[in-house]
């Protein structure tokens, strides 16, 4: 059974950073697309960010810029840099395996982009 376990998420004001962790378990990792997705209250999940198992991102449009996502396969965890905050970016952040046609969820971390 694969655990996606989220955490870097707080407060922080516009303008500011945060970087978004998620340490999986299980293996295979290094070969499996991760992504980041985001829910804000009353709107559906969106796509946030990918990567690839062999390293090739997206980015949704609104981060572009913003956002950059990684991966340590050594640790088994993928990482999210969000920079230049904006109170839009409010929302509880999911982090995604999809593993073999099967798709894997973390709980989420909450990001609060207030002043």
């Known amino acids: 059974q694969v655990q996606l376990v989220e955490s870097g998420g707080g407060l922080v004001q516009p303008g500011g950073s945060l970087r978004l962790s998620c340490a999986a378990s299980?293996?295979?990792?290094?070969?499996?697309?991760m992504g980041w997705y985001r829910q804000a209250p009353g709107k559906e999940r969106e796509l946030v960010a990918g990567i690839t198992g062999s390293g090739t991102t997206t980015y949704a449009d609104s981060v572009k810029g913003r956002f950059n996502i990684s991966r340590d396969n050594a640790k088994n965890t993928v990482y999210l840099q969000m920079n230049s905050l904006k109170p839009e970016d409010t929302a509880v952040y999911y982090c995604?395996?999809?593993?073999?046609?099967?798709?894997?969820w973390g709980k989420g971390t909450l990001v609060t982009v207030s002043s």
């Open positions: 299980g293996s295979p990792f290094s070969i499996h697309t």
């Open positions: 995604k395996q999809s593993r073999y046609g099967v798709d894997f």
